[in-house]
């Protein structure tokens, strides 16, 4: 069956930086486009980025566009989202997401 499951969150100062991983499994991961998404204490869970299936093509949405990277090796079967220059706002439980399918998500936590 697909399993969809995130590591690498964690505690980070501001400005510091956390790799996130999304290991699949259960379908032909070179097939699919991918995304994050994250949901902060008492909000709406949001879109973060997306990824083609190549990794040609990506998105971010506008609060991490210039820190965060989305990328993926698909020999690997697994999704990345690389996190720059952290901020307190980016607090939350990050989700790695294919069509219809939610990982259990991780937890990133950011504070002095």
């Known amino acids: 069956q697909v399993q969809l499951v995130e590591s690498g969150g964690g505690w980070v100062q501001p400005g510091g930086s956390l790799r996130l991983s999304c290991a699949v499994s259960g379908f032909t991961f070179s097939n699919y486009a991918m995304n994050w998404y994250r949901q902060a204490p008492g909000k709406e869970r949001e879109w973060v980025a997306s990824?083609?299936?190549?990794?040609?093509?990506?998105g971010y949405a506008d609060s991490v566009k210039g820190r965060f990277t989305i990328s993926r090796d698909n020999a690997k079967d697994t999704l990345y989202l690389q996190m720059n220059s952290l901020k307190p706002e980016d607090t939350a439980v990050y989700y790695c997401y294919r069509a219809s399918y939610w990982g259990q998500g991780t937890q990133v936590t950011v504070s002095s």
């Open positions: 990824i083609s299936n190549t990794g040609g093509s990506t």
